[in-house]
């Protein structure tokens, strides 16, 4: 009888005390056996005690309801022996590892008809010489959970990298979009130098034929034994006093104006630099901030002075393309603030270990309850259409990346400063 | 004589205008001379013709201070009936509508433009039918904005106005 409920060593022990007890204890024994049993049929996990022929000795209630549950007609089983359970609920070779180790834990799926399965946990622990007790938890429901987290943790990977190539896009297609503003600028810049030297092209055609034929009138005069006089009519009639005086004034013009094509096209190449993402370099931030002001100043131009006072600075460990962004950003703003005339500043110095680019302008200022959002993706106070309201939020994400701050001052009426400062050298 | 008026900030693009209106043959211009007064700023430009009148106006489109629209409508005001062109490489299409409808635009020439088409153009505009402009001043001003019937986009990008009723 005690062996029925001698589950754990230290019960054994109380069983073993009881049974070398005189009487007194014994009773007080019987009462422990009768608690003990009360307390395993309270307990909510199946708990089984059976033999190595694996007729079962005791099963608490929770085993019955558990045992009910993986039957094809949920009907109570009789649980004789263990196979009454399940056919596959024990195999032999668990046995046997709990006969040599003295335990074993392991899970199985039964079949329980209809498609269904149950998951079980078993735990399998050898109780005194020929018998073994068995906890059976019903884990079908922590591995469903556990699946659907899994589940739902990978949706949650493709959202992200979905976010994250989402973001990629509005970055881009902040940069294009920026591009776009500038084109019709740059294409102004670009059209009137190619437009006078084709023109200049065409006229030097002209000139040229005239001078042709101006060769070919002396060579017939010579032939003809001409003198200076008819020399003087032919130079008279070809007007090739203007043309001396044209074509060198037609050349140098030409040739400014294809050194500005290719100076623009030099900037565009310096301010668009291609470089992976990750190529940090020392660069001098006056270069940049000149590329970018000569990119934009087909924008500024018409409205704008540039006042620019550049400091002694060192070389910034940065991402040159991406800093001229964040100036371009700016300055654009800056551009766009002035109404009519106005004054842009350009101030860079040193400011122990960051160097600090001041942008300034005397436009319309920003209004206090405005100033808080500028740095917020997508807020924009230009008509729709005309800004993503990306430009200072990426500008802010640049810097960020930069180990840098970007803060923005402002009286409205009176204009706005902003103030980028960065580290020289990236931390490590 | 015909007296031609440019204005474009860029003294290059006055340079090669200059040029190129010189390669015109007196005699497709029944033998006039063509003066050409070209300026920078459009404000010497208007101050100008204040005591001069044109034939004909070309103007830049994006120049400091005032644009080409702002000039044109300046200019209208001071010589309503001298036909106006606007040469540009800004090819901003709000911008070309703007200047077709505010200055009633004669033509508009993008940069770079062909000398050949220029050419023709500033001898169509100043002999309209082979008749001599200053003739027919007087009537253009009263019809000018009547007689455009059709704005057009031609392969080049141009736009060109068209009246139904040849001139």
Redesign the interface.
Known sequence: MSTAIALHAPIEAASRAARSAPAADAARADAMEATLRALVDAVPTATLLFDADQQVRYANPAARVLARLCAPDKADRPLAVVGDWHPELLNSGALHLCSMHGSWSGEVILGVGRGQHKILLLHLSRVGADLFGMTVRDITQDSMRESELHARNAELEVAYAKLQGAQEQVMQSEKLASIGQLA?GV??E???????????L??LQ?YISQLFSAIQSYEAALAGGAGATEAESIRQKLDLDFLVG?VP??LS?SR??IDRVCKIVRDLKDFARKERSEDWIKADIHRGLDSTLNIIWNEL??KAQIVKTFGELPPVECLPSELNQVFMNVLMNAGQAIRDQGIITVTTSVAGERVRVDIGDDGEGIPPDVLPRVFDPFFTTKPVGSGTGLGLAISYGIVSKHHGTIEVSSTPGQGTLLRIELPIAQPR | MYRILLVDD?P??L???R??LA?IDVGELDGEALKVEAFTSPEQALERSEEQDFDLVVSDY????M?GVEFLSAMMELQPAVPRMI??????RDAIIAAVNEVQLARFI???????E?AAAVVALLRPGGTRVRAQKALRAQAASARITRVEQDDDGAIVLRSDDPA
Do not use: F
């Open positions: 019709a294409a102004h670009i059209n009137n130098p190619i437009g006078y030297v084709n023109s200049n065409s006229t002209r044209d004034q037609l013009e400014e104006g131009k018409y | 860029e290059n693009i340079s090669a205008l040029r190129c390669s994006r120049m400091p201070g644009d040469c540009s490489g800004y090819a901003d993008g940069k770079p433009w062909v000398d050949e220029l």
